[in-house]
């Protein structure tokens, strides 16, 4: 069949759009290997900026921090938001209007908003209020990171379990089974895909947080993203590209457990990409 | 034990970490700044910092947010609608799944590594700007970053996966069967677009504008890595009032009038559409038996409290309908 002029301008439309949004991508990849001082400056090709994440504590333990703070943060949201999940899917009630309205409150405001919210408030619990736990800056970069995180797991848990008939769970308490051990040997198992692929998730939403970290953060546990926005004002060194490189390589294997994780429980690439944006 | 009883903890974590400090900052707003080296103090209460906030100075940045916001939607929505139709129905079925882990990638790729990888590209020094200037489209060096236009071409580039993918979904929903019936009943293939797949498609258009223009209008660091002085964003004027300025209630009194801007932009666009759109719907309107996607995402079925609620807003109920519908 003969392809009319619409349809290949629309492919070439989209092999150009693809080219758009893998570019600057490619362009800190390939500088990734600069030998340079300067990221902007190619100099030559060699593994200097992937020896620095070895060579130099402060990246090696901004790293560190970001990758810990990410597992505890995306661990809190995801207890609280399955629990969320699977309450708002088993148990539907006039509350539920109103907690997806919070949850829906939580992922609209302006990252910008949490953060200089978030900054006074820590200061207050941790000073003025007394809980020194507050000071901590793990704990503090844990919560910041865990606000966005549990509405994610929220939608995701409740999205799967709306889709799965309630009869299992019927089923099991006719047959004398405790609601705990239901909830344990029935709900969970079933919740249990979307449950890791909101963990995951919340992992790397983790990983990225820039602008809660920037302001919640205390001196001595800079999460990677903030030394790179700090370096920003210093001058960028090819380092930052390499050790971000490592950085997507290990989103991109987070990223593709999910998809592994959502393929084996039989959904479909559309079902794939709607639970991956966070819908 | 109540209904809502496994939810609690989720709600105890989000009231005294976001609705408790988020209110704080709405209380300071109504304060001021003592002296040099006071961040707030509320003992007398005033709608001063709002009409300080929204002063020649400042509101001028608002203007300026205000309209990257709007031109970086509609440019998502222009560079991302074939993108989305063309992966949903013109690509080969078998490398759909392929097609969106593509544009996944640079979704989760570390947002503030992309827009760094736009000052690469966009830098005077840069690769473009050499290449440009070799093909003798330009004469001195690329004068681009630092600019309102680098800020735009930032903004498109971080929320396009949020446009295209919410469109994608929609697009794939329509499926072959009612464009096919169109075609049959002489439908020309524009016809069939404007006619069938766009208007059954409304809810995925509505959630991609909503999930492109709210993040970005609070975006803050495109507009630091590719603004300079010349792009600035509200989301920066609120951090260096908190950070630099220490002036924490005009700070507040900002990052509240961002969020009602916010708020009354869409709420003004929803009106302008609905309003727009009002005549093309009356003269549309098929009935089929049981109505698809379009219909049914105004009125989500009776079983799901929830989405009710969410219908007012699109992004999330537009997205979520499919499982209920499917249930």
């Avoid at chain 1, 290949?8 to 570019?23: D, E, Q």
């Avoid at chain 1, 370096?231 to 971000?244: C, M």
């Avoid at chain 2, 009106?271 to 309107?285: D, I």
């Amino acid at each position: 069949m003969k392809r009319s002029w619409s349809d290949v301008a629309l492919s070439v439309w989209g092999v150009l759009v693809f080219l758009f949004l893998f570019a600057p991508i490619i362009v800190i990849i390939v500088s990734a290997f600069n030998t340079g001082r300067l990221l902007v400056a190619w100099d030559g090709f060699g593994f200097d900026g992937f020896i620095a994440l070895l060579e130099k504590p402060a990246i090696r333990d901004a790293v560190w921090v970001s990758v810990q703070t990410g597992a505890i943060a995306a661990l809190v949201a995801t207890v609280l938001g399955t629990l969320a999940g699977i309450a708002m899917a088993r148990h539907p009630g006039k509350w539920v209007f109103w907690f997806i309205g919070l949850l829906l409150l939580v992922s609209v405001t302006p990252e910008i908003v949490d953060a200089v919210a978030l900054l006074p408030w820590l200061v207050f619990l941790g000073q003025d209020a007394g809980l020194a736990l507050f000071n901590d800056g793990v704990v503090r970069l844990v919560v910041g990171h865990s606000l966005f995180a549990t509405a994610v797991v929220s939608y995701i848990v409740r999205a799967r379990l709306v889709g799965l008939d309630a009869q299992l769970e019927e089923a099991s308490s006719d047959l004398y089974a405790k609601p705990l051990t239901t909830f344990r040997r029935v709900t969970l198992p079933l919740a249990m895909p979307a449950v890791l692929a909101g963990f995951l998730l919340s992992f790397t939403l983790s990983l990225d947080n820039t602008v809660i970290a920037a302001f919640v953060q205390v001196s001595g546990t800079t999460p990677w993203p903030v030394y790179v926005l700090s370096a920003l004002r210093s001058g960028l060194r090819p380092e930052i590209a390499s050790v971000s490189t490592i950085m997507l390589v290990l989103t991109l294997v987070a990223l593709g457990l999910v998809a592994f994780v959502l393929r084996r429980a039989g959904d479909s690439a559309t079902q794939i990409a709607r639970t991956m944006t966070g819908n | 034990m109540p209904r809502f009883a496994l939810a609690i903890p989720a709600w105890a974590w989000l009231v005294v970490f976001f609705v408790a400090p988020v209110a704080m900052v709405v209380w300071f707003s109504f304060g001021y700044k003592p002296g040099i080296f006071g961040t707030h103090a509320n003992d007398v209460l005033s709608f001063d910092r709002y009409v300080e906030a929204l002063s020649p100075t400042f509101f001028t940045t608002f203007m300026n947010t205000l309209w990257i916001g709007l031109a970086g939607t509609a440019l998502c929505l222009v560079i991302g609608l074939p993108v989305a139709y063309w992966m949903a129905v013109k690509a080969p079925p078998s490398r759909r799944g392929l097609l969106i882990a593509l544009v996944m990638v640079p979704f989760w790729t570390n947002f503030l590594v992309r827009t760094i990888g736009w000052q690469v590209i966009l830098a005077p020094e840069g690769w473009l700007s050499t290449l440009l200037q070799g093909v003798g489209v330009i004469d001195g060096p690329l004068d681009l970053l630092y600019t309102r236009t680098a800020v735009l071409i930032g903004v498109v580039y971080n929320y396009l996966p949020l446009m295209i993918l919410p469109l994608y979904v929609a697009f794939d929903r329509v499926g072959t069967p009612l464009r096919e019936a169109s075609k049959d009943l002489g439908a020309g293939k524009w016809r069939t677009f404007a006619r069938v797949t766009l208007p059954l498609s409304r809810p995925g258009v509505i959630a991609g504008v909503l999930l492109v223009f709210i993040p970005l209008m609070g975006d803050y660091i495109t507009a630091t890595v590719l603004g300079g002085a010349k792009g600035n964003m509200v989301g920066q004027l609120v951090a260096s009032q908190f950070q630099t300025a220490q002036n924490w209630a005009l700070g507040s009194a900002m990052a509240v009038l961002l969020i009602l801007v916010i708020m009354v932009t869409v709420a003004l666009g929803g009106l302008v559409v609905w309003l727009v759109t009002l005549p093309f719907r009356t003269r549309n309107r098929l009935v089929l038996g049981e109505p698809p996607s379009s219909e049914a995402a105004d009125t989500p079925s009776a079983s799901s409290v929830s989405g009710s609620g969410l219908a007012d807003d699109g992004a999330a109920s537009a997205d979520r309908v499919p499982e209920e519908v499917a249930s």
